[in-house]
């Protein structure tokens, strides 16, 4: 029991907000229309997050208070960004009807630096 709680806290020290570009990303996935995306829209407001890996995914906790999602698909919204190489994948988990994770990778599996250097979102395709 012990360890459990250990374990749990150092996830919650790890928590922070949305960078500019996360936040945006969210917003642009959550306003697109799908079964569910008011409720999600409105869980990722002052929700928190972690990096999980180095191409800048992120783990998603959302405040207890918010109102689950009647989602159909653990995936329901995600989006492609065009590079000049190969393109960016962004995924938006949802389990339980709750947002859980933004699951971002590049085509070619390569691996690609971090979610924040991205500077222009204009080429930003999404689909549900």
Known sequence: MHLLF???????????????T???ILNILASHEFPGNI?????????KVRT?????SIEIKINADKKR?????????????????YPIYF??????????????YKADS?????INKI?????LHVFA
Do not use: W
């Not at 250990?6 to 500019?20: G, T, V, W």
């Not at 999980?52 to 800048?56: L, M, T, Y």
């Open 91 to 104: 995924l938006l988990h949802v389990i339980d009807g709750y947002a859980v994770e933004l699951e971002v």
């Open 6 to 20: 250990i374990l749990e806290f150092k996830h919650m020290k790890d928590l922070r907000s949305p960078s500019q």
């Open 119 to 123: 500077e222009n979102l204009s080429k």
């Open 39 to 47: 409720e999600i829209k409105n869980q990722l407001n002052n929700c």
């Open 22 to 24: 996360e936040n945006a």
């Open 69 to 85: 999602a009647n989602v159909k698909e653990r995936i329901p919204v995600e989006a492609k960004l065009e590079t000049d190489t």
């Open 52 to 56: 999980i890996d180095k191409d800048g």
């Open 110 to 114: 390569s691996g690609y630096d971090h």
